[in-house]
């Protein structure tokens, strides 16, 4: 979140769980099969464990997972778990003490770690650990994780920042390319084609194939020709590219339109068709102004 922000608010304007859940399986009946649940921190959503049992059993997702920073996993992965969860990704940029504290501007790694240890425990998996790849600050820190991942039978993700708003930008960018390299070189890593979930990570792994390394690579290596994903943010928007502006707004037509889905399947059509063929991070840094935060991190 931006440095001192403060407005943490549920307005009316977010979509109910019931108008999540019927949008959800108007999706499903046009293909979609998978939904993961992000923010912010969606673990801050009350009575999230209720959604997610709705949207496996009312919605009839196959796959609902959840990208968190871990805090609360402690109080909720069983009962998520137990709802229909079926896996999670935790952020993790750091396992050094004072970095996180930089990092979150709280002292938390203890919890991440907890919150970990109960996905683990909840057989959430496979845990995936997202390190966002930040220039100067813990680009040194990337072989000390892999370690860390592979002892506890975790998968490391590593994510080259985005351009997306101020800290994003003061920070920059890097390419991930030299550490896969060097990483490459000292434990042999070979690239694996064994599905991992749905997404833009492209995997390595160790010669015994025991533990995995994905790379998430925006800047240096798009992956725009083999996406498919779409955003739904809280307010009923759906972003159809991080990196563009193409969006439909649903909420009002959710709304307008209580007992008739064709509308609503019309707009989803309409706009699919407006999913841009690729970004413009390298070409046009300075396109994008919304936080990261806004969109769904």
């Not at 549920?10 to 649940?37: N, Y």
């Not at 999230?48 to 496996?56: A, F, H």
């Not at 100067?136 to 072989?143: D, I």
């Not at 407006?274 to 969109?295: N, W």
Request: positive net charge.
């Amino acid at each position: 979140m931006p440095v001192g922000f403060k407005d943490y608010r549920e307005p009316a304007s977010w979509l109910t769980f019931d108008e999540i859940v019927r949008l959800m399986t108007l999706l499903q009946r046009s293909g979609t099969r998978k939904v993961r649940l992000t923010g912010g921190e969606p673990l801050l959503r009350r009575n999230l464990p209720d959604l997610v049992y709705r949207l496996r059993h009312e919605a009839g997702l196959e796959e609902i997972s959840l990208s968190t920073n871990g805090l609360r996993l402690p109080k909720l992965a069983k009962s998520l778990k137990d709802a229909g969860l079926t896996r999670v990704n935790i952020s993790l940029d750091s396992l050094d003490k004072d970095k996180i504290r930089q990092i979150t501007g709280r002292d938390v790694l203890g919890q991440i770690i907890s919150g970990i240890d109960a996905a683990c425990d909840a057989r959430l998996t496979p845990v995936k650990i997202n390190m966002v790849l930040m220039p100067g600050v813990n680009e040194h820190e990337v072989e000390d994780m892999f370690r860390f991942c592979c002892e506890r039978s975790l998968t490391l993700r590593i994510i080259e920042t985005m351009p997306i708003g101020d800290t994003a930008r003061q920070l920059g960018t890097r390419s991930a390319q030299p550490i896969l390299e060097a990483l490459r070189q000292k434990y042999g890593l070979i690239p694996t084609t064994q599905s991992m979930g749905p997404g833009p990570a492209r995997y390595w792994q160790t010669p015994d194939g025991l533990h995995r390394i994905g790379f998430i690579t925006p800047i240096s290596d798009h992956f725009c020709a083999t996406c498919n994903r779409i955003r739904l943010a809280v307010d009923g928007t759906i972003y159809l590219c991080l990196g563009q502006e193409e969006r439909i707004e649903l909420r009002e037509l959710l709304r307008a339109n209580p007992d008739d889905d064709e509308p609503i399947l019309k707009a989803l059509r309409q706009g699919i068709e407006l999913k841009p063929e690729r970004h413009h991070f390298v070409e046009q840094p300075e396109k994008i102004i919304r936080f990261m935060s806004q969109t769904g991190g």
